[in-house]
């Protein structure tokens, strides 16, 4: 597997290498041009596919051949968290949301009845803005604990589970979740659900992938998405698919 660290280690060689043989001979300039091309290029694919590790480890499914997976949610709590929890009361499943600080002012009530209802409150940074993923270590680790303490205050626990903002890794996130001690959340199947799509047309998009052990990304701030959570839960239990809350799943405490 492919590690930040390692591929930096082999660019800087392959560069000394270069500028050595150039000492004696002549080194077009394109192999430097391609060198950094590659460079760049598994550097976008490693920092833009949690799936990868190639920053910081993540469970992205669980190990297991047993039918059973899990539901994440992100970007809430928001008005339309109260469908989401409706549908999985339901269904009587336990889902996950990965939940944005700065959007929980004003919605106190609405996350305190996800985490009284049995669903597992986690930290998905408290800006969650478009920047995020070019931020120092010591501001993501600021935003983190901000997170955290906003949902600390409303449930009294400390979550233990990070979603970094749109997937993306970085050397300065891997280095704050180390030192908060956070298990890094991903996904392997994304319903995109945020695309606007027919209930039935992101329902199939999750069915295609769908395998034991199995997380899936969806978004509780997007109206429609209780439509394929609801459509969804049924065709799980037609498959004889079981849904585990997300700590049964990667044997991880969701908690401090």
């Not at 009361?89 to 049995?118: D, M, P, V, Y």
């Not at 993501?140 to 600390?152: P, V």
């Not at 695309?195 to 509780?220: A, F, M, N, Y």
């Not at 585990?244 to 990667?250: D, H, Q």
Request: charged share 20%.
């Amino acid at each position: 597997m492919l590690k930040h660290f390692n591929i930096v280690v082999l660019f800087l060689l392959c560069i000394f290498v270069l500028l050595y043989l150039g000492q004696s001979q002549h080194i077009s300039w394109l192999w430097y041009v391609l060198l950094s091309v590659v460079f760049l290029v598994i550097e976008f694919y490693g920092a833009a596919y949690i799936q990868s590790g190639f920053h910081v480890p993540a469970f992205y499914k669980g190990k297991t051949e047993e039918k059973i997976i899990a539901l994440t949610f992100d970007d809430g709590p928001n008005s339309n968290t109260s469908k989401i929890l409706e549908i999985l009361e339901k269904h009587n499943a336990k889902a996950s949301f990965f939940c944005i600080g700065k959007n929980i002012k004003g919605n106190e009530t609405i996350l305190k009845r996800t985490f009284e209802s049995g669903h597992i409150i986690a930290n998905h940074s408290f800006s969650h803005d478009y920047l995020y993923d070019l931020k120092n270590a010591v501001t993501l680790e600021h935003d983190m604990q901000q997170a955290n303490t906003a949902i600390e205050n409303v449930i009294g626990k400390k979550p233990l589970y990070f979603r970094p903002p749109y997937g993306v890794t970085t050397p300065g996130i891997a280095k704050a979740v180390k030192k908060l001690k956070y298990q890094v959340i991903g996904w392997n199947i994304r319903s995109l659900d945020t695309k606007g799509e027919k209930p039935e047309i992101v329902l199939q998009r999750i069915e295609r992938k769908l395998k034991p052990g199995s997380i899936v990304l969806l978004h509780d701030t997007v109206a429609g998405t209780e439509i394929v959570v609801d459509k969804l839960l049924n065709l799980l239990k037609e498959k004889n698919y079981k849904v585990v809350a997300l700590n049964e799943l990667i044997q991880k405490p969701a908690y401090a």
